[in-house]
């Protein structure tokens, strides 16, 4: 969005007039800046606030292979909280021979967090994925479009935000630009990180992380799917609170987002049209 501000000329506009239209052009530069970004410097992938009810909830038994459900975001939200407004979660049975049949692994979205547990001697998967909406558990390879998750050169790699109260198990990230081009990323979790202290964060470098999977990999610039599979030991409880996609928070020193230098226009512009209405 480009924000012209144009000369007056034989006219005399009064105070009002005049502070409207600074406070306008502010609002104006504020706003053109790319939508649905993080708190940070990055694309927000999910914050896990949608559904606020905790109504996203996948669970299965010893007896049960697997259970799939789609959940959308909430509507008249003014950001996208959900990466392609849809979130699938399923659960998949790997191995519950010798587990109680009273007992159930589960994956949850309440309070800002996706929950996984797996109860004693009860192995799962927890997959989560973006690739808007299509109500199956078949990954929609050009669901969300082709979208941009570098829209900086600061965009280095997917953020999560993690507690697990066990070592030893597996982060394995998935991105799709189609059916034949995909990258993929496993994080290995090799430290317990208790849900009563700040979660931790994990980083996944899309330079030096990532590895073609398909096809010539993917292009995270046009991207249709992400999937995010964790894969872990029984008896585990794990969490995660964000997924994003920005710089290493651990990296190079951070530079202002564009918004933030779009802001500090904004201020001065408006500075400059109050100075001149009270002289």
Partial sequence: MTVKLTKFISISPNKSFLSSLGLLVAVAIVTSGRPAVSAGLGVLVDNFNEPADGSHFVLINRFSPSFFLESPQSSGLPFNSVLGGYRDLEIININS????????????????????????????????????????????????????LTPTP????????????????????????DAMNFSSSTININTANPGTGNPVNVFSSFVDDFTIAGGTGADFSNVGAVQITLD????????????????????QPEIPEPSSVLSLIAVTVFGGLMKYINR
Avoid: C, H, M
């Fill in 97 to 148: 021979s010798n587990a109680s049949p009273a007992v159930s692994a589960f994956g949850s979205v309440f309070n800002g967090q996706v929950d996984w547990s797996n109860p004693v001697n009860f192995d799962s998967q927890l997959k989560i994925t973006w690739d808007g909406q299509d109500n199956s558990p078949d990954i929609d390879f050009d669901g969300l479009g082709g979208v941009d």
């Fill in 154 to 177: 600061l965009e280095e790699g997917f953020l999560l935000q993690l507690t697990n109260d066990l070592a030893g198990f597996d982060i394995k990230i998935d991105v799709y630009t």
């Fill in 232 to 251: 872990g030991p029984q008896d585990i409880d794990a969490t995660i609170r964000l997924v994003e996609t920005g710089p290493d928070p651990d990296g």
